[in-house]
């Protein structure tokens, strides 16, 4: 029932660079709320990525960066590496669902 | 350091209950609400509801109405979750996190495996 559609899957090799779109509706993205970024590893707890569209926690490679527009977001990856290979999902408010929402999830792998 | 310990897994037979537990270390357990977060295997997470510990006032996602019910215990900095009427397909990871003022969990508990079956 996720109504955040992301690709299933990314892949690229070492060094080179992915992204992955985030599509909302004019319930969430459209309607200018904040989409975020989760990274996860089989086994464990979600980690945030990416917060309030383009910001990275502290700890978050730079090479982790995201954008949004309008009802879309992306999230890029520049400069692959073997550790980022985990699932990736966004998140964001949905007015008419009054509550968080998750997107499909991104696997990405590393080639 | 921010931790957030949640109880340990359960297994429930279809129609029982569950209730797990949260227990928050680390920062001001009133200064933020609580999210519940499910994820079954395979699946993206799925948004279940939150808690305001400070006043213990809670919103829950449509399709959780009125079989889940969140509960705070400020003197132990403890958030539970309790899902009642448990079907197999509420056979999931559940997490507790901590929900920012801009609606993004900055923090997760390690998460409580919840099993459903006969």
């Known amino acids: 029932q996720s109504v955040l559609a992301q690709p299933p899957s990314v892949s690229g090799a070492p060094g080179q660079r992915v992204t992955i779109s985030c599509t909302g509706s004019?319930?969430?993205?459209?309607?200018?709320?904040?989409v975020h970024w989760y990274q996860q590893f089989p086994g464990t707890a979600p980690k945030l990525l990416i917060y309030r569209n383009k910001n990275r926690p502290s700890g978050v490679p730079d090479r982790f960066s995201a954008s949004k527009s309008g009802s879309s977001a992306s999230l890029a990856i520049t400069g692959l590496q073997p550790e980022d290979e985990a699932d990736y999902y966004c998140q964001s408010y949905d007015s008419t669902l009054s509550g968080h929402v998750f997107g499909t999830g991104t696997k990405v792998t590393v080639l | 350091q921010v931790q957030l310990v949640q109880s340990g897994a359960e297994v429930k037979k279809p129609g029982a209950s569950v209730k797990v537990s949260c227990k928050a270390s680390g920062y001001t357990f009133l200064d933020y609400d609580v999210n519940w977060v499910r994820q079954a295997a395979g699946q993206g997470p799925e948004w279940v509801g939150w808690?305001?510990?400070?006043?213990?006032?809670?919103g829950y996602a449509q399709k959780f109405q009125g079989r889940v019910t969140m509960t705070r215990d400020t003197s132990i900095t403890t958030a539970f979750m309790e899902l009642r009427g448990l079907r197999p397909d509420d056979t999931a990871v559940y997490y507790c996190a901590t929900l920012t003022e801009y609606d993004y969990c900055d923090h997760w508990g390690q998460g409580t495996q919840v099993t459903v079956s006969s």
């Open positions: 004019g319930s969430n993205l459209g309607a200018q709320y904040d």
């Open positions: 808690i305001n510990p400070k006043d213990g006032e809670t």
